[in-house]
C-alpha cells in the first residue's frame, strides 16, 4: 500500500501543513501506543500485527511528514540528527 505521490501535496496551503503536521503526528503516537501495548510479540500473529504498525508508521512519515517538511521546512521542528524526515 502507498500512499498519494508526494508531488500531489505541493500546493497545500499552509495553515493546512500546520493541522496536517499535528494530526499525523498524533496519529503516529497512537500507532506506537499501540505498539506498547504488548510484550509478547512471538506469536506470528503478533508479529505479523508489528510489521503492519512498523510500515504503516514509515509510510506515514516518508509520504506525508517528508511531503510536508519538504514544502515547508521550518515546520520540522526536530534537530537533523534526530528527524527522518529531511527537507533536501
Known amino acids: 500500500m502507498t500512499l498519494p505521490n508526494v508531488d500531489l501535496m505541493k500546493a497545500m496551503p499552509k495553515d ?9 503526528l498524533e496519529a503516529l503516537q497512537k500507532l506506537h501506543a499501540i505498539a506498547a501495548l504488548e510484550t509478547d510479540w512471538t506469536s506470528q500473529d503478533m ?13 506515514i512519515d516518508a509520504q506525508i511528514l517528508c511531503a510536508i517538511y519538504k514544502q ?17
Open 72 to 88: 515547508f521546512p521550518d515546520l520540522n521542528d526536530l534537530p537533523e540528527e534526530e528527524g527522518s524526515q529531511k527537507s533536501s
Open 47 to 59: 508479529q505479523e500485527l508489528r510489521r503492519a504498525l512498523g510500515k504503516f508508521i514509515g509510510l
Open 16 to 24: 493546512f501543513a500546520i493541522e496536517a503536521k499535528c494530526l499525523t
